[in-house]
């Protein structure tokens, strides 16, 4: 993700870091990390997306299943609740889905947007 193409969003790993440590001191906890991670990973398997853009931008979330999906569709995801696109394993498969799906967070002590979503791959 080039940064010029994507008006900064796609800035590199080393500002991305600098920025996590920054909103971690001064901004109430945001999913940025997995954020930066599943927008980076969708970039690089499908650089013709026509999401990037509001991806870079912050106007569409991304995240990330924590555990392999197996024979399962379903899986927890932090910022799950809010994110617009999640990415997980299959298998080996790497399997991208839109999230069109409301879930409610989990309970947590932190009171982030942790939920279970089912992914639909298109």
């Given amino acids: 993700m080039p940064s010029g193409e994507l008006r900064g969003g796609g800035a590199d790993l080393t500002t991305a870091a600098i920025v996590a440590n920054l909103l971690g001191t001064y901004v109430a906890p945001i999913p940025f990390i997995e954020h930066v ?32 999906l197996h024979d399962s569709t379903s899986a927890i995801v932090p910022a799950g609740a809010i994110a617009n696109y999640i990415i997980g394993l299959r298998g080996e498969e790497i399997v991208v889905a839109e999230n069109t799906i409301d879930a409610s967070p989990l309970r947590n002590t932190a009171n982030l947007p942790i939920a279970r979503q089912i992914l639909m791959t298109q």
């Fill in 37 to 68: 991670v599943a927008a980076r990973l969708l970039a690089s398997l499908d650089q013709s997306n026509a999401n990037l853009p509001l991806l870079a931008t912050g106007e569409m979330i991304g995240s990330l299943a924590l555990q392999s």
